[in-house]
């Protein structure tokens, strides 16, 4: 009977467990897929799918007629996770790679500390992946948990030397980078920024917006599914156009040669910069790719300098092109007139116990204010010099834009040197300086620097009677242009100066510029250089009668302006002439053009002393 009674007692209690367990189960299943349905679905989604950075496209830079400058290119890296190497030791996977791919262990291994230290998501193996390695990562997908091949695009310049000043590069962003950029929260480190020039400055413009995708993968990390999901679309980044002409960039930089030194043109009615060549140059596409250290080290040791834009960055005393700021300074200020004559000039002038030489030797005899100009005598400036107060020259100089940068895409741009009161103080004392500063200033010489951009504005201003709006490096049809301030001479002095530049080129020191089918008025200079020969200069606009363009030459420890740069302006001058570009500024910007003049208005009655004999400046 007990027995019976303990028999059913047990039946009951394990039915009871069953039950109990049972109502657990069904309990813990509710729980999971009602209660707690979202939150499983996603630990579910996340066990078996995977969230890829999709990298935006860059947008393209183009010249003004819309032929591609930087684009992308498709490329594939292998790239690992980060636990791949712990210290310097590498994990299976990574050690199989090294040696499947017949790399360097050591400088490998090396390569990835630095990137893991840098604190890259994940470590790129190899770069811009050849095909037979892309093939076989993906043949032995399953023994190489983790290990990837990521297309990205790759920026590509087209023109990289010819334009490697101007459109810049892009490179690795660094912490730098981050810390300092407006949108540094945006980028990881590995993404591409812009370093220099238009990719720089318009970084914003052309990045674009990365997208976020989930893809389906298996336990090695493969991915198996069929459906991608969008969690954030890919935005491309906006193109941009340069006002530069690929044909007139090509004559310039064909114009320059080899020489070290940079040409600059200017449109007189916009203000946007046709063509700007620095010499010696570099290939922007090098920045894009991992270099050797010997290459790196090949460039950043050239004595000449090719990183270095001298369109913008590199200041040059203006020497005799300069003389045009004194003549008006001096015309503004009523202390000469345009057919004034001053002592006559023998070689030079003693000031204290200094002879200040004029270039020619020989001297230049009596000229008028007109043939001053036009031959480039020194002796006579620094007679006009000594009728100024420092100050003076210095406003004059600062209505042209000089002493300031005048371009919004290059921030190491530099902003030369005019030096007035102030300066001179500073530097050496309170009246510890003399009045022979002027003569020195007053032919471009002493502590004034200038870059060319400035001096191809300078030039502009003079030809538009100062309507030249600061220059542009991009298309912008958007942008309201900006009217520069009023020039603070008489349109009569101008005038007389514009005269006297093509007198310059006609019968004086510029005369290696000289077209015969169309007017050029320029200006010659030949700036001291304490380190070595002396720098060539030349300015010029044309044509005359109605100016389209503006162009400043310089050619670093050339000699004289006259003989070596000048030629060059006449050069690019007469492709402009033949190009496309002309009539199309012509037809946008002439109604524009800072002033007209017709041919009569160019017979000067008074040349001056014609019997002077002719500079070779």
């Not at 470590?123 to 811009?128: A, E, F, G, I, K």
């Not at 310049?157 to 540094?184: C, I, N, P, R, W």
């Not at 590199?314 to 005799?320: L, N």
């Not at 290696?512 to 200079?525: I, L, N, R, W």
Request: glycine share 10%.
């Amino acid at each position: 009977m007990n027995t019976d009674q303990d028999l059913l007692l047990r039946q009951r209690i394990f039915r009871g467990v069953v039950i109990s367990l049972f109502l657990i189960l069904v309990g813990n299943l509710f729980y999971m897929m009602v209660l707690r349905h979202d939150y499983y679905q996603g630990q579910a989604l996340e066990n078996r799918q995977v969230r890829f950075r999709v990298k935006a496209p860059r947008g393209r830079i183009t010249d003004r007629h819309g032929t591609i400058v930087a684009d992308n290119l498709y490329i594939a890296d292998i790239t690992l996770p980060r636990s791949s190497i712990h210290f310097t030791e590498p994990d299976s996977t990574l050690a199989r790679l090294i040696q499947w791919f017949d790399m360097p262990r050591e400088e490998t291994l090396d390569r990835l500390v630095k990137q893991k230290k840098r604190g890259r998501p994940r470590l790129t193996l190899v770069r811009n992946a050849s095909m037979s390695r892309i093939c076989a990562v993906q043949e032995r997908a399953r023994q190489l948990p983790g290990v990837r091949v990521e297309s990205r695009p790759r920026r590509r310049y087209l023109f990289g030397q010819m334009l490697a000043h101007l459109a810049g590069f892009v490179g690795e962003v660094g912490k730098a980078d981050m810390d300092t950029s407006s949108h540094g929260k945006n980028y990881r480190l590995g993404d591409m920024i812009g370093k220099q020039g238009v990719e720089s400055a318009l970084e914003d413009h052309l990045r674009g917006r990365d997208g976020l995708k989930l893809e389906e993968v298996n336990a090695s990390n493969r991915v198996v599914g069929y459906r991608t999901v969008w969690l954030e679309e890919v935005q491309p980044g906006s193109d941009v156009a340069m006002t530069i002409s690929l044909p007139l960039q090509s004559a310039m930089d064909l114009a320059i040669g080899d020489g070290v030194g940079c040409g600059v043109a200017i449109s007189v009615a916009s203000g946007e910069v046709l063509a700007a060549v620095s010499k010696p140059t570099f290939d922007s596409n090098l920045m894009t790719m991992s270099i050797s250290s010997s290459q790196w080290n090949e460039l950043i040791e050239n004595p000449a300098k090719p990183f270095f834009n001298r369109i913008v960055q590199a200041t040059y005393p203006p020497g005799s092109i300069y003389k045009g700021v004194t003549s008006l300074a001096g015309l503004s200020l009523g202390v000469i007139d345009t057919s004034t004559v001053l002592d006559p000039c023998h070689g030079g002038m003693n000031f204290g116990n200094r002879y200040f030489k004029c270039w020619k030797r020989g001297g230049h005899g009596t000229v008028d204010h007109t043939d001053a100009m036009v031959f480039s005598c020194d002796t006579y400036y620094y007679q006009l010099g000594l009728r100024l107060e420092i100050d003076q020259m210095a406003t004059a100089a600062r209505t042209f834009g000089l002493g300031s940068p005048c371009s919004d895409i290059f921030p190491s741009e530099a902003s030369g040197l005019v030096p007035d009161s102030d300066f001179y103080d500073g530097r050496f004392g309170k009246r510890g300086w003399t009045r022979g500063v002027l003569l020195n200033n007053s032919i471009g010489q002493g502590e004034i620097l200038v870059t060319p951009l400035q001096m191809a504005m300078l030039t502009a201003r003079i030809a538009s009677s100062g309507k030249t709006p600061n220059p542009t490096f991009v298309l912008n049809s958007n942008a309201e242009p900006v009217e520069p301030p009023a020039l603070p001479f008489e349109e009569a002095h101008l005038q007389w100066c514009r005269e006297s530049m093509w007198q310059v080129v006609a019968r004086g020191t510029g005369k290696a510029a000289q077209q015969d089918s169309f007017s050029v008025a320029g200006k010659t200079g030949t700036a001291q250089n304490p380190h070595g020969e002396d720098h060539a200069w030349f300015v010029c606009f044309a044509p005359v009668e109605q100016p389209e363009v503006a162009v400043a030459i310089i050619l670093e420890n050339a000699g004289h302006g006259g003989s070596e740069a000048a030629p060059i302006a006449g050069q690019w001058l007469r492709e402009w002439f033949a190009s496309e570009d002309r009539k199309e500024l012509l037809k946008s910007g002439s109604e524009n053009n800072g002033h007209s003049r017709d041919e009569e208005s160019l017979n000067v009655s008074a040349v001056g002393n014609t019997g002077t004999e002719r500079g070779s400046l």
